[in-house]
């Protein structure tokens, strides 16, 4: 197993990896560099490389863990040796931002990936031929596999020791971790928030309007009477401002409006779900499991407010 170190390493993520495979005797790592990577921004220190790019000719997993600048695409050399192990076979894995790197090589085109949330919107702009799952945990792809940040990155790790070794194995690593056992890579990041940022603004008194009012009907109808534009009009100058139709935004919107209900106060799922228009109890479960990947209950254990 091969972990890739790029220019401007992040420290933590490159620390996962080794954490959970170096310690394993069934797992022989090797850290690779191009000869510009090591450097670790801010920390004081550098990770020195035991081998060049070569190591990835005969690894049968590459690890590429988060870089700072996503900006600059990763050197002439790591992509072609990227693509190289690629074609051999070898298991692609990247932490975090580093699906940047496994997208700039062209490996991620057509294909199902993630990445930080924060990040998940510039990875589809740069690459729109990737399938940018931005609320996934992590994303196995089969021979590629891509997570979030950070505990993302331990999901992800620990289920490749699954994968290789089994449940008993992954689950002794975990507790030794401190983790949980399993969080499957279909459960959602926890963004914030999770509707969709406007690029302009036509439409901005409207959804201003719908966020006071998110317990109302709001259909296409009172949407478009509202805006004093037509339907058609309504949904097309919707999708141009944010980027989604105008029922998948308010969906969103009040998902969020629930989730800082959930974290500030402790109102009733009931009272909540009337208050922000998604409904009866059960449809409010229904929208979190599905925008969410938790239910309401879960979502407040884990970030209630205290005092």
């Known amino acids: 197993m091969v972990v890739l170190v790029l220019p401007g390493v992040s420290a933590l993520e490159f620390g996962i990896a080794m954490q959970i495979f170096g310690a394993d005797p069934h797992y022989e790592m090797t850290v690779c560099t191009d000869g510009q990577g090591g450097q670790v921004p801010s920390a004081g220190f550098t990770i020195t490389a035991s081998a060049g790019l070569d190591a990835m000719g005969v690894a049968d997993t590459v690890i590429v863990p988060r870089y700072e600048n996503v900006d600059v695409p990763p050197s002439s050399d790591v992509l072609a040796a990227l693509r190289a192990a690629h074609a051999r ?17 062209g490996l991620l085109d057509g294909r199902p990936a993630t990445t930080h949330w924060q990040y998940a919107d510039q990875l589809r702009r740069r690459y729109p031929r990737i399938d940018v799952l931005p609320n996934q945990l992590y994303v196995d792809d089969g021979d590629i596999l891509t997570s979030a940040g950070i505990t993302a990155g331990v999901d992800l790790c620990l289920h490749l020791v699954r994968l290789d070794q089994g449940s008993a194995a992954a689950n002794t ?13 279909g459960q959602a990041q926890f963004v ?15 959804r201003d309007w719908m966020l006071e009012n ?26 141009e401002e944010v980027g989604t139709s ?24 009931e009272r909540i779900g009337r208050l922000t228009g998604l409904g009866a109890p059960a449809s409010v479960r229904a929208a979190f499991h599905r925008q969410v990947g938790t239910s309401p209950r879960e979502y407040r254990a884990l970030f209630r407010h205290s005092g």
């Open 89 to 105: 076979g070898t298991r692609l894995v990247s932490i975090c931002t580093g699906a940047f790197a496994l997208a700039a090589a």
């Open 173 to 185: 690593r975990a507790r030794f971790l401190v983790a949980p056992p399993r969080r499957t890579g």
């Open 192 to 206: 914030d928030p999770i509707r969709a940022d406007a690029t302009g603004d036509r439409l901005a008194p409207l």
């Open 214 to 239: 998110l317990a109302d009907d709001l259909s296409i109808d009172v949407l478009a009477t509202r805006a004093h534009i037509s339907r058609r009009t309504l949904i097309r100058r919707f999708r």
């Open 246 to 269: 105008p029922m998948a935004w308010l969906t969103h919107a009040r998902i969020d409006r629930a989730r800082e209900l959930l974290e500030t106060t402790t109102m009733s799922v």
